[in-house]
């Protein structure tokens, strides 16, 4: 190949076609490189699923920029001269290429951000690193807000999004006279509910292509590959968004914290693995799902809601991450240290939420918020379970995981593990919680209105076990200082009880 002006290395979290640093690009001078990497593929033992999904989106977006004019160096994970990590394979490039100078998208983990401050000695040659515009909200912006603050609460930083991006606004108010309708969508789903499946695609050639790969190299990774159904290109995740808002919008509010056996997906749009890979953008689904509101199509509970998940939480998370790092990532405010259980990997388990929370996660690499914050990460934290090997753990298995989105979530909301940064309280809860939110319980062998003996429900005991052990942590939080009321006052025998069934419940697993 002839020499290049500039390499553009587009990672494959990136695939976006307004990305900064092809918009500083040109066409005519420049060339693209996109690489599948194994030390991307297995830094932490990544879903087979989302291997899959993401290599192919990679290679239907190379195939995008192709069409859009650019020269495009794809570099397969089994290709001849596939070096195994980013850095050789920039090395590699820059050799082949010539280039004068590489240029790169700041990347959404700062474990890769250490890895391309690096790169300019490493290569004897300039490496431009261009903001992630994204985001509506920069790393600078960000620290100005959270600057003074001694919590940083999601709720005030959502509201300044809204009035930034003027979204569901009526002037200075916001529409219906109040910020946040989280009070209204918290309707336990019935059975009788209609609820329509994401829209499904098809495996294309270059997807079935991929499939046989993943199945190949990395057959002992979590999870499964089939069935795959996951939009890889821009216009199928585009219409993939439009199927939800005409179908499922309207009922997401009422019904987004809800559990059903059997029904993985409820009223969910199910597009976080699309935003997050830059195949949807987060401004324009907003947008969408506004007009949704505007037209009389969607109720506004259910568009706030899905619009606060976005311009607030998603923007809200990773400027924590990016404010907190290097460190965030060992936070541990409870001491605790209990290795995730095996059940985590294999859903063997008679605990019927959790089977069908990993079950469901190991077949689709997806889980919805509630049940991983209070299922699976609510169990974690009542047993006690080292908040780090659930980071790990987080990472690896859901195909909308990446680092900078799972980590603060994980540590800050799920685990409580900064000490109340990001949460006002830990999302510690008994079985009385999953009952209310899911039919679970119904088909369980444990009686979740039991709190203590073997045929209790495991929740209820290390519930209150986590209550009594963590006193002197959480009897000054305002939301939690009653439960801590409450637990004193149980008698000494009863104390006893939930001390001797929390202690089997733990050795059992």
């Known amino acids: 190949m002839t020499a290049v002006r500039n390499l553009i290395f587009v990672l494959g979290d990136q695939l976006s076609p307004g990305l900064s640093s092809l918009v500083a690009g040109d066409p005519d001078q420049?060339?693209?490189?996109?690489?599948?990497?194994?030390?991307?593929?297995t830094y932490v033992r990544h879903h087979k699923k989302k291997i899959a999904f993401l290599f192919s989106a990679m290679h239907h977006f190379a195939a995008e920029l192709e069409g859009r004019g650019w020269r495009v160096d794809y570099v397969k994970l089994d290709a001849a001269n596939n070096r195994g990590s980013f850095t050789a394979q920039l090395a590699d490039a820059v050799s082949r290429h010539g280039a004068?100078?590489?240029?790169?998208?700041?990347?959404?983990?700062?474990?890769?951000?250490?890895?391309?401050?690096?790169?300019?000695?490493?290569?004897?040659?300039?490496?431009?690193?261009?903001?992630?515009?994204?985001?509506?909200?920069?790393?600078?912006?960000?620290?100005?807000w959270a600057e003074g603050r001694k919590q940083l609460r999601m709720e005030y930083f959502y509201r300044d999004m809204r009035r930034r991006t003027r979204l569901l606004m009526e002037g200075?108010?916001?529409?219906?006279?109040?910020?946040?309708?989280?009070?209204?969508?918290?309707?336990?789903?019935?059975?009788?509910?209609?609820?329509?499946?994401p829209k499904a695609f098809a495996p294309d050639a270059i997807t079935q292509e991929v499939l046989a790969l993943a199945e190949a190299r990395f057959a002992n990774h979590f999870g499964r590959l089939e069935?795959?159904?996951?939009?890889?290109?821009?216009?199928?995740a585009q219409a993939a968004f439009a199927a939800f808002v005409e179908k499922a919008l309207p009922s997401f509010g009422d019904y987004q914290d809800a559990m059903l056996m059997g029904e993985?997906?409820?009223?969910?749009?199910v597009i976080a693995q699309y935003l997050n890979c830059g195949l949807l953008d987060p401004l324009e689904v907003c947008r969408q799902a506004e007009a949704a509101y505007r037209s009389g199509k969607a109720p506004l509970n259910a568009v706030e809601g899905f619009i606060?998940?976005?311009?607030?939480?998603?923007?809200?998370?990773?400027?924590?991450?990016?404010?907190?790092?290097?460190?965030?990532e060992t936070q541990n405010y409870f001491?605790?240290?209990?290795?995730?259980?095996?059940?985590?990997?294999?859903?063997?388990?008679?605990?019927?939420?959790?089977?069908?929370?990993?079950?469901?996660?190991?077949?689709e690499a997806y889980a919805h918020h509630i049940q991983r914050l209070m299922v699976t990460g609510n169990f974690a934290l009542l047993a006690g379970i080292d908040p780090h090997a659930l980071h790990e753990w987080y990472l690896s298995v859901y195909a909308d995981a990446f680092e900078w989105v799972e980590l603060p979530n994980t540590v800050g909301m799920s685990q409580f593990a900064?000490?109340?940064?990001?949460?006002s309280k830990p999302y510690a809860a008994s079985g009385a919680y999953i009952n209310r939110m899911s039919n679970y319980c119904g088909s369980c062998i444990y009686d979740v209105k039991q709190r203590t003996g073997k045929n209790a429900c495991p929740f209820n005991a290390l519930y209150w076990n986590f209550i009594a052990r963590s006193r002197e942590k959480i009897g000054g939080n305002p939301r939690m200082a009653q439960m801590v009321r409450t637990y004193d006052r149980f008698d000494p025998a009863e104390q006893g009880r939930i001390a001797e069934s929390a202690t089997a419940i733990l050795a059992d697993i």
């Open 30 to 41: 420049d060339i693209v490189l996109m690489a599948e990497v194994q030390e991307e593929a």
């Open 100 to 144: 004068e100078q590489v240029l790169v998208t700041e990347p959404g983990e700062w474990r890769v951000m250490e890895l391309i401050k690096g790169w300019q000695a490493a290569l004897g040659l300039p490496v431009r690193i261009q903001p992630d515009d994204r985001f509506v909200c920069s790393h600078a912006e960000f620290e100005g």
């Open 172 to 197: 200075d108010q916001p529409a219906g006279g109040q910020w946040n309708f989280d009070a209204e969508n918290r309707k336990p789903a019935g059975v009788s509910l209609f609820m329509p499946n």
């Open 227 to 236: 069935p795959f159904w996951f939009a890889v290109r821009r216009e199928d």
């Open 264 to 269: 993985p997906f409820l009223y969910h749009a």
């Open 308 to 328: 606060r998940q976005i311009i607030g939480w998603r923007e809200y998370v990773r400027g924590i991450y990016w404010l907190k790092m290097p460190g965030y």
């Open 335 to 363: 001491g605790h240290t209990r290795p995730l259980p095996d059940f985590y990997w294999t859903a063997e388990t008679d605990m019927a939420c959790m089977k069908a929370a990993v079950t469901q996660t190991r077949d």
């Open 418 to 423: 900064d000490g109340g940064l990001l949460a």
